[in-house]
């Protein structure tokens, strides 16, 4: 019933899995922390115990639901030599899209269940949304790290709600990934260290997004041409080749965005991103972050 409740909502899928402290995850993150591979983003190393474990963000916790949810455009940036925004941030902010069908899924289970306790989480709590999201069958870890789906590639967000009342569980799927080393090889920054290991403070959405200050200039001429972002490890990966063009309106860009060209985006002002950008998740670099990384890109 909730899981076509959540067809209904648009997600792709839905699964469920039993809440619990993440036993395999757990020495994973401790040894990647250890690595600084969460470089500059100090938000990671808080709240171990809560990210390992659901009970510690839900009293009572019981099932962690997972949902999927599409971002995967019909069209992108036309002109090839302009520089390139990721394309989960072609459109509206995906948090508050997503909590909004949270909402609707939790008062549907309200509806039909009754009293419920529980929260939705959007990535921004910690939770380890994959970990998650492949522990309910939703698809495996690749090799970059990210959740991949055999029909659907990985062109999706991860979301979930977290409940105190026992559910019917999923089981995991097998890895699909085989041989193929196509995203390691890709990666501009050589940021995939080793098969499922992403050295974060290497990745272009990194530097992009999160790195405040100047950019090294040892990067300089790796990024690729990203100005917000990174789609590399996602672009080369074979079952992309499934991803289908989502049906969320929400998700579309901007009327102007994917025409611009590469001095459009050289001579931007501050008028045109507030324009461009309402309401989207690249207001988090400010436009005074997104210029200095077009100009990173220009230098």
Same mark, same amino acid.
């Given at each position: ?15 469920? &899995?039993r809440?619990? *402290? ?6 994973? !993150? ?8 969460? /470089? =500059? ?38 002109d ?6 990721s394309?989960?941030?072609?459109? &509206?902010?995906?948090? *508050? ?6 909402? !609707?899924l ?7 269940? /009754? =009293? ?7 990535d ?11 522990k ?5 870890i ?47 920054? =050589?940021a ?16 992009t997004?999160e ?28 079952w992309?080749k ?7 309106p ?9 025409s ?30 997104l ?9």
């Amino acid at each position: 019933m909730i899981k076509a409740e959540a067809k209904r909502l648009g997600f792709l899928s839905c699964g469920i &899995s039993r809440a619990g *402290f993440l036993e395999d995850e757990a020495p994973r !993150l401790e040894n990647w922390l250890n690595r600084n591979h969460h /470089g =500059e983003m100090g938000y990671m190393a808080n709240h171990f115990d809560k990210r390992l474990d659901p009970t510690k963000l839900v009293d009572g916790a019981k099932s962690v639901i997972s949902v999927l949810l599409n971002y995967y455009p019909e069209q992108i940036q036309i002109d090839n030599k302009a520089p390139k925004i990721s394309k989960y941030a072609y459109g &509206s902010d995906y948090h *508050f899209v997503i909590k909004d069908k949270l909402k !609707l899924l939790m008062q549907f289970i309200y509806d039909e269940i /009754g =009293e419920v306790g529980g929260r939705a989480f959007v990535d921004s709590a910690p939770v380890l949304d994959k970990a998650w999201a492949a522990k309910s069958g939703l698809g495996w870890i690749g090799k970059n790290s990210n959740l991949l789906t055999q029909k659907l590639g990985s062109f999706y967000f991860i979301a979930e709600l977290i409940l105190d009342i026992d559910l019917e569980y999923d089981t995991p799927t097998t890895d699909h990934c085989g041989n193929c080393t196509a995203c390691l090889d890709a990666c501009p920054t =050589e940021a995939i260290v080793a098969p499922f290991v992403v050295d974060g403070s290497k990745c272009i959405s990194y530097f992009t997004i999160e790195l405040k200050e100047n950019l090294p200039d040892t990067m300089k001429g790796k990024f690729d041409d990203w100005m917000f972002g990174c789609d590399v490890c996602q672009d080369v990966c074979p079952w992309n080749k499934f991803s289908k063009p989502h049906q969320e309106p929400l998700f579309d860009p901007h009327a102007d965005l994917l025409s611009m060209t590469k001095s459009d985006w050289e001579e931007l002002t501050e008028e045109v991103f507030n324009n461009l950008f309402h309401n989207s998740a690249v207001q988090r670099t400010k436009f005074v972050g997104l210029q200095r990384n077009i100009n990173f890109l220009k230098e």
